[in-house]
């Protein structure tokens, strides 16, 4: 079995560091980016197997990211991390992909687990659905089906 590439990309270097720590423990090959400028340069090589990406940068945000990964790269496994609660990301993260959201502050089992999971089979169902359609897909990620349905419960006021 081959060592396998992650990228992590959080604009807090103490978070970088950590993780860094964490999944090289785990045996993975880990490389950081404090910025989306930075990220990007890195995604313009060799594709990673998982991208761990940071809502909230500095430069933009990690969705900007993700959608370079998924024009250069197609079906990659991206989770988001983030502070911020999931459903204000829930949309485009959605149509982009992502695998999963990791809420901030996380344990170490969380991150582990999220990655162990992403290196799985690549998600298939690219581009995104309508959120009706996206309600009833039993295999979304548990995040987006539950930030959906608050975005949509607030819609209808």
């Not at 404090?34 to 761990?52: I, M, N, R, T």
């Not at 344990?107 to 290196?119: G, H, L, M, W």
Request: include cysteine.
């Amino acid at each position: 079995m081959s060592i396998m590439n992650v990228l992590v990309v959080d604009d807090d270097i103490a978070i970088c560091r950590i993780l860094h720590r964490m999944l090289s423990d785990e045996h993975f090959n880990v490389q950081t980016s404090q910025s989306v400028a930075d990220a990007l340069g890195a995604v313009e090589g060799e594709p990673f197997d998982v991208y761990l990406l940071d809502y909230k940068l500095p430069d933009g945000s990690g969705l900007d990211v993700a959608e370079r990964i998924r024009s250069k790269w197609g079906a990659s496994s991206i989770i988001l991390m983030s502070g911020y609660d999931p459903s204000a990301v829930a949309l485009r993260s959605e149509k982009l992909g992502i695998s999963d959201f990791l809420q901030k502050p996380f344990s170490r089992e969380a991150i582990c687990k999220a990655v162990k999971k992403a290196t799985g089979p690549p998600p298939t169902n690219l581009p995104g659905i309508a959120a009706a359609e996206f309600e009833k897909s039993p295999g979304k990620p548990f995040f987006l089906q539950t930030a959906v349905r608050a975005v949509q419960a607030v819609r209808k006021g």
